[in-house]
């Protein structure tokens, strides 16, 4: 799978929006793009995930570039709940082992 | 429903012996994983599980690492003659058989070999 690229760390405060940022210039036309978060002592939990087109679901917006090459993982208004390590993560629709390649993430801290 | 549950959540072993660490997916999910993640580090691949097709093994870090499905549900992950290095968190995953399928996790094993 190809690699993606985050800041190590972000701050925000409390209930203004959060932009995460995600490089993947290396993108494949065949990676979809997803996003997962892990909060302190649990097991990753899925956020979102897109191909070509912007996403909204009940927990975030994703922002996908026009050439696919970065996205956005945007929430609205952060609570102290958000405060997690994000996932950028591209998974080839071709990967018939369909494991997740984890890399180092955005630890999102949220100050109140 | 329920999630995806892992036992024991926590085990404390010496350097030599033999742990086995249990997974129960969410039913009817047929792909299993397991995942390791080390202090500070991120999640590595260990092992992959689809229905009755043969497992993809290419994540095990040495043959002391070996784990099963039995019944297409429960799995259980065995480390033979641990090591101080295996430290870790051990975390399974299920998910739907089909590609892009959401991956739901366990709140993992937390593994210390003294």
């Known amino acids: 799978d190809a690699k993606t690229t985050q800041p190590n760390s972000m701050e925000s405060n409390e209930e203004e929006p959060v932009h995460l940022p995600c490089n993947h210039s290396t993108i494949s036309g065949t990676d979809y793009i997803h996003w997962y978060r892990q909060l302190p002592s649990q097991g990753p939990e899925y956020v979102i995930h897109g191909l070509t087109s912007n996403v909204n679901n009940r927990m975030a917006s994703l922002a996908i570039a026009e050439d696919r090459k970065s996205s956005t993982l945007i929430l609205h208004r952060a609570t102290l709940r958000d405060a997690a390590v994000y996932y950028c993560?591209?998974?080839?629709?071709?990967?018939?082992?369909?494991?997740?390649?984890f890399g180092g993430g955005t630890r999102l801290m949220v100050k109140p | 429903g329920a999630g995806v549950s892992q036992s024991p959540s926590n085990k404390v072993t010496e350097k030599g012996k033999d742990v086995e660490l249990r997974c129960d997916p969410i039913s009817g999910h047929t792909a299993l994983y397991w995942y390791r993640q080390s202090l500070g580090q991120g999640l590595e691949f260990l092992i992959y599980?689809?229905?009755?097709?043969?497992?993809?093994k290419s994540g095990l870090p040495s043959d002391r690492f070996s784990a099963e499905r039995t019944g297409g549900s429960v799995s259980t992950l065995t480390i033979q003659r641990t090591q101080q290095e295996d430290s870790a968190v051990y975390l399974c995953?299920?998910?739907?058989?089909?590609?892009?399928?959401?991956?739901?996790f366990g709140p993992g094993t937390r593994l210390l070999v003294l």
């Open positions: 995953a299920s998910s739907r058989p089909r590609n892009q399928e959401t991956q739901y």
């Open positions: 599980f689809q229905g009755n097709s043969a497992p993809d």
């Open positions: 993560i591209l998974r080839d629709v071709n990967n018939a082992g369909n494991m997740l390649t």
